[in-house]
């Protein structure tokens, strides 16, 4: 059975720091991209970060780029989500997700059932 787990969410500071981390089981994991997308209350969930299989690709949304960095430790079957320099409108749940293809696509995560189940980031003084 194909499981998604995030974890490191929690309240920080605006220009504070936190690690997400995304653990998968139930497949083979080095065969498949792995996303992070975000939904805020009261906004459509929207795609943050995508890595490919080998982690070569990796895709950032605008908003994100130059502060977050996607990484993937195969051996370990997790993606990590560094976020730095955080911003009050970064709050949101953040989810990790794989659509079992080996290139990153924003469009086809989005579609995917293979979501894991959301930790918090709330960015507040």
């Known amino acids: 059975q194909l499981q998604l787990e995030e974890s490191g969410g929690g309240l920080v500071q605006p220009g504070g720091s936190l690690r997400l981390s995304c653990t998968a089981s139930?497949?083979?994991?080095?065969?498949?991209?792995i996303g992070w997308f975000r939904q805020a209350p009261g906004k459509e969930r929207e795609g943050v970060s995508c890595i490919s299989s080998s982690g070569i690709i990796v895709n950032y949304a605008t908003s994100v780029k130059g502060r977050f960095t996607i990484s993937r430790d195969n051996a370990r079957n997790t993606v990590y989500l560094q976020m730095n320099s955080l911003k009050p409108e970064d709050t949101a749940v953040y989810y990790c997700?794989?659509?079992?293809?080996?290139?990153?696509?924003?469009?086809?995560?989005?579609?995917?059932?293979?979501w894991g189940q959301g930790t918090q980031v709330t960015v507040s003084s």
């Open positions: 139930g497949f083979t994991f080095n065969d498949y991209a």
């Open positions: 997700v794989t659509d079992l293809y080996v290139s990153c696509r924003f469009s086809g995560l989005k579609q995917s059932n293979y």
